[in-house]
């Protein structure tokens, strides 16, 4: 409802700021003398009334650092609070909304100025072994695992040990990365391994990688890749983009003005005659039903309504109510999944989910846009 008002409020030229952190109240504030509306506060996402309240009884704030040390490290607002505050513009006053998520993202990283072996999980995660040169060695990394995880065939006291058995293939990798083959005990099909003499054979192979986390530059590296770990998690998308996450609207630009309308037909609803232009005419069982000329748009979807089977787009124009059949909206409205080893992995939500960008083709019938297409003669309708 919030984005749908939004959307008319700018189309009378009214316009809507964003919610300033040290100007924005628990609602939204008109300002007669500026033609424009601050956004609430509490219009954020996820931003409840203690949330709000602490906001506004702290105030000012000089920077976001200044918010930052007195309300996040405190815990007084959490990390999807300021998230939210930053993709809605909160801080914009301070620095463009790029700039202040990358300084929030560098304090939430644990920058480190040394590695150890400790540090070697991350450093696979991160990728930073995925290079022709060192990708060997995330393999002997994966054949350790592997040869921890053996059952023993038999232990040894003293000097205290395990023997573990390895096939013929994984006796293959084993020669070939540990030509030495110093933790060979025994042979029988494939080879018998003492983990502990293996344990020593392994923490000399890794030994160049020990070195390489001493390296300043590894070390530079593995900190940038944690940052751009943590804003692909955090801060993917565009500026655009996180405002519709975050507030529902767009206080520029809409997410879709730079596509090329021409290029793939896109109509403005606004100039859509309210009437629809019969082009023609459908025979069904004797029954003639009119055929009427259809336009394509585009928008975010900001809201459904499954009893009417409708659901709200927000174009570059506008606001605008789209509405179709029972059958065609639970089709779309499907959310497909699947389920791996019990657990339940969601492949595509409905198409219908809030921020989701659409393309439509339609006519408009008064103060809505119906979906429809047509088949041509001796295609079926998709």
Not at 36 to 57: C, F, M, T
Not at 244 to 271: C, P, Q, R, T, W
Not at 314 to 342: F, Q
Request: net charge positive; proline share 3%.
């Amino acid at each position: 409802k919030t984005a749908s008002a939004i959307g008319q409020l700018k189309n009378y030229g009214v316009t809507i700021s964003s919610p300033d952190i040290n100007k924005a109240e628990f609602s939204f504030t008109p300002d007669a003398e500026n033609n424009r509306i601050v956004y609430s506060l509490k219009g954020v996402s996820g931003i409840n009334d203690d949330v709000a309240r602490e906001i506004i009884n702290s105030r000012p704030y000089t920077s976001f650092e200044d918010f930052h040390t007195r309300l996040y490290v405190p815990k007084l607002v959490q990390r999807k609070h300021i998230l939210n505050l930053i993709k809605a513009g909160a801080f914009n006053s301070f620095d463009n909304p790029i700039e202040i998520m990358k300084q929030f993202i560098l304090k939430e990283i644990d920058v480190k100025d040394k590695l150890n072996m400790q540090n070697i999980k991350s450093v696979v995660r991160l990728g930073l072994l995925d290079t022709p040169e060192l990708s060997i060695y995330k393999e002997i990394m994966l054949f350790r695992d592997y040869i921890n995880k053996l059952k023993p065939i038999r232990t040894i006291d003293k000097p205290k040990d395990t023997i573990v058995q390895i096939n013929q293939h994984d006796y293959q990798f084993y020669q070939t990365h540990f030509p030495t083959q110093s933790s060979v005990v025994g042979y029988s099909n494939g080879a018998e391994i003492s983990t502990r003499l293996f344990k020593k054979e392994y923490d000399e192979k890794m030994q160049f990688i020990k070195d390489l986390m001493l390296d300043k530059e590894f070390i530079r590296k593995y900190n940038i890749a944690q940052f751009y770990e943590m804003w692909d998690s955090l801060a993917s998308g565009t500026v655009p983009k996180w405002e519709m996450e975050s507030v529902s609207y767009y206080s520029d630009k809409h997410e879709l003005d730079g596509v090329n309308k021409e290029m793939y037909g896109i109509a403005n609803y606004f100039d859509i005659d309210s009437t629809p232009e019969i082009v023609g005419y459908n025979k069904y069982q004797g029954r003639e039903t009119p055929k009427y000329k259809t336009y394509t748009l585009m928008g975010t979807v900001i809201s459904n309504d499954k009893n009417k089977h409708s659901i709200t787009l927000l174009t570059p124009e506008g606001v605008v109510t789209c509405k179709t059949y029972s059958g065609v909206y639970a089709h779309y409205d499907r959310t497909i999944s699947r389920t791996i080893n019990g657990k339940k992995e969601t492949l595509e939500k409905s198409w219908f989910t809030r921020g989701n960008l659409l393309m439509v083709t339609g006519f408009r019938r008064e103060d809505s846009f119906v979906l429809r297409t047509y088949a041509e003669k001796g295609q079926k309708k998709t």
